[in-house]
């Protein structure tokens, strides 16, 4: 019995070791808590909340909450937000997956240590080629926004408006988007831009 609890601890040091453990556990809990426990959202734009507290383990040497720490957050909420509102289950049934593209940060106040606080995460448009999403750190200690985050799910092996018509059983048009998340999708597109003619990859595709 003691050899075996000790071949179970050396297990879970190696495996909290060498993989990012407690993301590899809280993801698919994420996921199945959305989808068995919590009533679907039908309302693809509807705004969802997850709930957060500052651990230890989140600590930077200034003692509040790492930045990347709020991107491994908004990373969790956000697949939550997409299993409760079916994006999931509709990239699934249609052979499809979305990946993160691009993301962006703006930090307002920190987080402390044990403090809560809310991810709430919503859906703000779509393109051709992607979903647009946001995520707002706000604290429940008096409300504030400490941190606001953009990201960018790029669609492959489909089209963000199949997996919207999948999901409402018809086309619908797109929300049109805020202003700052257009600037923000011309700056992406002209870094790509930049990019590509850098490598040599602009030529090649003008020739094709």
């Given at each position: 019995?003691?050899?075996?609890?000790?071949?179970?601890?050396?297990?879970?040091?190696?495996?909290?070791?060498?993989?990012?453990?407690?993301?590899?556990?809280?993801?698919?809990?994420?996921?199945?808590?959305?989808?068995?426990?919590?009533?679907?959202?039908?309302?693809?734009?509807?705004?969802?909340?997850?709930?957060?507290?500052?651990?230890?383990?989140?600590?930077?040497?200034?003692?509040?909450?790492?930045?990347?720490?709020?991107?491994?957050?908004?990373?969790?909420?956000?697949?939550?937000?997409?299993?409760?509102?079916?994006?999931?289950?509709?990239?699934r049934?249609?052979?499809?997956?979305?990946?993160?593209?691009a993301s962006?940060?703006?930090?307002?106040?920190?987080?402390?240590?044990?403090?809560?606080?809310?991810?709430?995460?919503?859906?703000?448009?779509?393109?051709?080629?992607?979903?647009?999403?946001?995520?707002?750190?706000i604290?429940?200690?008096?409300?504030?926004?400490?941190?606001?985050?953009?990201?960018?799910?790029?669609?492959?092996?489909?089209?963000?408006?199949?997996?919207?018509?999948?999901l409402?059983?018809r086309?619908?048009?797109?929300?049109?988007?805020?202003?700052?998340?257009?600037?923000?999708?011309a700056?992406?597109?002209?870094?790509?831009?930049?990019?590509?003619?850098?490598?040599?990859?602009?030529?090649v595709?003008?020739?094709?």
């Amino acid at each position: 019995m003691l050899e075996l609890l000790v071949a179970l601890l050396a297990l879970a040091l190696v495996y909290f070791a060498l993989l990012d453990g407690w993301y590899l556990v809280r993801v698919p809990c994420a996921v199945l808590r959305a989808r068995l426990l919590q009533p679907r959202v039908r309302d693809l734009l509807a705004e969802q909340s997850y709930a957060g507290r500052v651990l230890p383990s989140d600590l930077d040497l200034l003692l509040h909450m790492n930045n990347a720490r709020y991107l491994r957050e908004a990373d969790v909420a956000r697949i939550a937000h997409l299993a409760r509102c079916g994006v999931l289950e509709g990239l699934r049934a249609l052979g499809a997956r979305a990946v993160l593209a691009a993301s962006c940060a703006r930090y307002r106040r920190s987080l402390r240590l044990f403090e809560p606080f809310e991810v709430r995460t919503r859906l703000l448009g779509w393109d051709d080629r992607a979903f647009y999403m946001e995520a707002r750190f706000i604290s429940l200690r008096d409300g504030f926004v400490c941190a606001l985050l953009r990201s960018r799910q790029h669609v492959l092996g489909t089209s963000p408006e199949r997996v919207v018509q999948h999901l409402c059983k018809r086309r619908v048009e797109p929300p049109e988007l805020p202003a700052d998340l257009q600037h923000w999708i011309a700056y992406n597109e002209a870094s790509s831009q930049l990019i590509r003619a850098e490598s040599g990859l602009h030529d090649v595709l003008k020739e094709q």
